[in-house]
């Protein structure tokens, strides 16, 4: 199985903040790489597909980069309603589909 | 708008057999290069992907859990189903359904994001 392993678990931020997450994977899947945000009681939500592909309706302060094995997700400037924890998933071919262990972001 | 919504009892007793079904609505199952999945999360954990089908009935699941699943589809009623065999308090968890693109047809398979969920459903099991 592919591992995924997400820095930090946990993050405590500011309204205004830069925010960076890193999604680590064990072995290289080129780009094939999404992030969900998911609230408390919801289901996650898409935000970013192939690495850095932003899902349609996702605002433009969500970012995400990086190929291989390292990426991250990028929230230029955190909202409120951004507070919600992050999960990476890797959509290598090989099976199974993997996601990393998530990271809460909380306010400051 | 596509939407899918999960059903089937909140409480399972150990060793027996969870059973969902997800309805999907606003948009057809029998939809080329979508397939329908089932994930999973245990209370306070994270996210784990149990299977997925497609339309033509082709499954693929997570080799964790692959002795004890079981998914199912119905296109006449636009429904995919999840059996679950063999249950134990480990399997106490938030249940989805939702849909991601896949092609398997050259080979080696190409998985897209999940892109529509359902609500989730809430699975206890205990005696």
């Known amino acids: 199985d592919i591992q995924l392993t997400q820095s930090p678990s946990f993050l405590s931020a500011s309204v205004g903040d830069r925010v960076t997450i890193t999604c680590r994977a064990s072995q290289g899947i080129s780009s094939y790489l999404a992030w969900y945000q998911q609230k408390p009681g919801k289901a996650p939500k898409l935000l970013i597909y192939a690495a850095s592909t932003l899902q349609s309706g996702v605002p433009s302060r969500f970012s995400g980069s990086g190929s291989g094995t390292e990426f991250t997700l990028t929230i230029s400037s955190l909202q409120p309603e951004d507070f919600a924890t992050y999960y990476c998933q890797q959509l290598n071919s090989y099976l199974p589909l993997t996601f990393g262990g998530g990271t809460k972001v909380e306010i400051k | 708008q596509l939407q899918l919504q999960e059903s089937g009892p909140g409480l399972v007793k150990p060793s027996e057999t969870l059973s969902l079904t997800c309805t999907v609505s606003?948009?057809?199952?029998?939809?080329?290069?979508?397939?329908w999945g089932w994930i999973r999360q245990p209370p306070g954990k994270g996210l784990e992907w149990i299977g997925s089908?497609?339309?033509?009935?082709?499954?693929y699941y997570n080799p964790s859990l692959k002795s004890r699943v079981t998914i199912s589809v119905d296109t006449s009623k636009n429904q995919f189903s999840l059996k679950l065999s063999s249950v134990t308090a480990a399997d106490t968890a938030v249940y989805y359904c939702a849909r991601h693109e896949g092609d398997c047809s050259g080979g080696s398979c190409y998985w897209g994001p999940l892109d529509y969920w359902g609500q989730g459903t809430l699975v206890t099991v205990s005696s």
């Open positions: 089908i497609y339309y033509s009935g082709s499954t």
């Open positions: 606003g948009g057809s199952i029998s939809s080329s290069s979508y397939y």
